[in-house]
């Protein structure tokens, strides 16, 4: 069983805001990923960081920040909410496991936040 | 560059017939392929993986998948479905680099 974990589950607040989500985990990977959901749509690919103080970004340009001081914790952060913000944020790590090579590892995803920005 | 495509946006099956979800890929390198299962509300669950060993991949919850390098194509089958198999199902394509690419999604329905 994986141990990862997002809080909050949900959120909702006020444009203009300021807002971290944080992501932790125990299994003691290096590697982190946010990824971003619309409804209905494919996950995005936003921040991710193959270990401590390496932050990078993804595929989808975002608004948001990450850091990696530690290498259970990766949290995101929003300077000022706005509306278009309103999406769920999931993270994921991986790393070696029992049956795993290099480079095969498989993703591990916490539960997400849904975040409604008003 | 790698990509991957789920062809099916939404799929609907009766219980009790078999499921098939389609996914084709690109990638320069062997990629690892996956498939993640979403149900509502809740967060991915890896159903099972290809990682260059037994081209036929068995997963959680009785599905399987197959991959065929001269089709590029990872396709997601399940003999008889179940009404708890109705979720959102991704197929997602890593190459040697560890760039990780998620499909669209395929949003499975179960008709009683």
């Known amino acids: 069983e994986a141990d990862i974990y997002q809080t909050p589950r949900y959120l909702v607040i006020g444009t203009g805001k300021k807002i971290t989500l944080e992501c932790s985990q125990t299994?003691?990977?290096?590697?982190m990923y946010w990824y971003q959901q619309d409804p209905g749509m494919e996950l995005h690919l936003i921040h991710y960081?193959?270990?401590?103080?390496?932050?990078e970004k993804g595929d989808l340009s975002s608004e948001s920040t990450v850091s990696r001081i530690r290498t259970e914790h990766f949290p995101l952060t929003l300077e000022s909410a706005r509306p278009s913000h309103t999406s769920q944020y999931l993270c994921?790590?991986?790393?070696?496991?029992?049956?795993?090579?290099?480079?095969?590892?498989?993703?591990?995803f916490g539960p997400g936040t849904r975040l409604t920005v008003t | 560059a790698q990509s991957v495509t789920q062809l099916d946006s939404h799929v609907s099956v009766s219980e009790g017939t078999p499921v098939l979800l389609r996914c084709n890929y690109s990638?320069?390198?062997?990629?690892?392929l996956f498939w993640y299962v979403q149900h509502p509300n809740k967060g991915l669950q890896l159903l099972l993986k290809y990682t260059s060993a037994a081209t036929l991949v068995k997963g959680i919850n009785g599905f399987e998948a197959e991959f065929k390098k001269s089709e590029t194509s990872f396709h997601l089958t399940k003999p008889s479905a179940h009404m708890s198999d109705a979720a959102e199902y991704f197929c997602v394509v890593s190459d040697r680099d560890d760039k990780i690419i998620f499909g669209k999604g395929t949003r499975l329905h179960i008709l009683p």
């Open positions: 960081s193959y270990g401590v103080n390496s932050t």
């Open positions: 299994m003691g990977h290096d590697k």
């Open positions: 990638s320069s390198y062997s990629p690892s």
């Open positions: 994921a790590s991986s790393g070696p496991g029992r049956e795993d090579k290099q480079g095969e590892y498989e993703q591990y």
